[in-house]
Every structure is written in C-alpha cells, then in structure tokens.
C-alpha cells in the first residue's frame, strides 16, 4: 500500500511564496516520476509540474513557468513543489501524483493552497 504525506499549503497573500512537500512511502527510485496537479472548484484537474526521478529533469505548465520548481531529496523520499509570486490564479487543492515503475499513478489527499490578501 502506497502512503503519500502532502503538506505545505495555506493561505498566503498575492505576491508571497510556499513549499509544498510529497513524501512517498519505500524508495522514491519505486517511482519513475512525481508531478503535482492542482484542481480549483469546478476547473478540471491540471498538471503543475513533473520530475523524473531518475535524471530530475522537470516540466512546467505554462502558467507557472519562471514561477514554481519542482525537486527531489532522494535521500528523503520527498519531492517539494517551490511556489513563488503567487497570485490569485494559483488558489487551489494541490495533489500529488507518483507513477510507479509499471504505469501505476497514485494519488496523495491533497493540498489547499489559497492566495488571498
């Protein structure tokens, strides 16, 4: 049973920054990559970000290019999500999504993450 702990999110004002965490259960090598979807109300699920476990190469949705970094510590099983310059368009449950080796995607409880002043 694959166990996901998210953290991180909150309310923060226009302009501010937070880190969301992912820690994965086992070895985060069990995963071929991590990305972090966010869904606001009634909007469809979209993709944030995603890193490739082995290599740590990444992508970004255009909206929050320049803006958030996704990482590792593979030392940790974590991968953290750097939010920076948020704004109002980033208000949001943010979920974290393992895929293991086989294809598998996961799913952690989710994050909220509201940007307000």
Do not use: H
């Not at 699920?45 to 320049?66: Q, T």
């Amino acid at each position: 049973q694959v166990q996901l702990v998210e953290s991180g999110g909150g309310l923060v004002q226009p302009g501010g920054s937070l880190r969301l965490s992912c820690v994965v259960s086992g070895s985060i090598f069990s995963y071929s990559s991590v990305g972090w979807y966010r869904q606001d109300r009634a909007k469809e699920r979209e993709l944030v970000a995603r890193i490739i476990i082995r290599g740590g190469s990444a992508n970004y949705a255009d909206s929050v290019k320049g803006r958030f970094t996704i990482s590792r510590d593979n030392a940790k099983n974590t991968v953290y999500l750097q939010m920076n310059s948020l704004n109002s368009e980033d208000t949001a449950v943010y979920y974290c999504n393992p895929v293991g080796l086989l294809g598998k995607p996961f799913w952690g409880q989710g994050t909220q993450v509201t940007v307000s002043s």
